[in-house]
């Protein structure tokens, strides 16, 4: 089973900051299969990235993916009010697909 | 657009049994795989099941091997979770997703279905 890391837990930044979330697989993730989901309170997840560094459709540019192997990182490039949420990486890469713990960005 | 609306959540007691279903629509069910995907309260996301289009793929999680069934109907574009032996950590919002045609990326999510297992 692939366990994923996610750091830090909880990031506390201000709205126009930079936001760099990390996502660590126990074992490489071939051809990329991760994805990164932006979850706020009482609402259902939305897919953000998938393959690694795909953004899904509708997603605005300042998110993005990157990463290989076993270290990924979903950044944001400045803060809208809207993105204060949880958000999950997903390994897709094997047949036990998995989550990690989540990353809270909440306001500083 | 693609819509998920899931059902039969509800209240069930330890050893319990219970089946969720998820209408699928706006979008060609039988050509993407699915799964479900359930978070406790407070809790984060867990994998549950996944199906492929066809239905003739299926993966569990450990945490439901041997008492959780998933299946689907591509006539009617139904999913379906069928929940035996039910326990406490199984009380959870279980959200129905849609991934894509072979991979299982969750690109659409319906809104949940609670399932609370208590005495």
């Known amino acids: 089973e692939i366990v994923l890391t996610q750091s830090p837990g909880t990031l506390s930044l201000s709205p126009g900051e930079r936001a760099t979330l990390s996502c660590r697989a126990s074992?490489?993730?071939?051809?990329?299969?991760l994805a990164w989901y932006q979850q706020k309170t009482g609402q259902s997840p939305r897919l953000l990235i998938y393959?690694?560094?795909i953004r899904a459709t509708g997603i605005p540019d300042r998110f993005s993916g990157s990463g290989s192997g076993t270290d990924f990182t979903l950044t944001i490039s400045s803060l809208e009010p809207e993105d204060f949420a949880v958000y999950y990486c997903?390994?897709?890469?094997?047949?036990?697909?998995?989550f990690g713990p989540g990353t809270k960005v909440d306001v500083k | 657009d693609v819509q998920l609306l899931e059902s039969g959540g509800g209240l069930v007691q330890p050893g319990g049994s219970l089946r969720l279903s998820c209408a699928a629509s706006?979008?060609?069910?039988?050509?993407?795989?699915m799964s479900w995907v359930r978070q406790s309260p407070g809790k984060g996301l867990e994998w549950v099941a996944g199906?492929?289009?066809?239905?003739?793929?299926?993966y569990y999680a450990d945490s439901v091997r041997g008492r959780f069934t998933i299946s689907r109907d591509n006539s009617k574009n139904i999913l379906f979770l069928e929940m035996n032996s039910l326990r406490l950590e199984d009380t959870a919002v279980y959200y129905c997703?849609?991934?894509?045609?072979?991979?299982?990326?969750?690109?659409?999510w319906g809104q949940g279905t609670l399932v609370t297992v208590s005495t």
């Open positions: 199906v492929s289009g066809s239905g003739g793929t299926i």
């Open positions: 706006g979008f060609t069910f039988s050509s993407f795989v």
């Open positions: 997703a849609k991934g894509s045609s072979v991979l299982h990326w969750f690109g659409a």
């Open positions: 997903q390994q897709y890469a094997s047949s036990r697909f998995s």
């Open positions: 074992q490489s993730l071939r051809s990329g299969y």
């Open positions: 393959g690694a560094s």
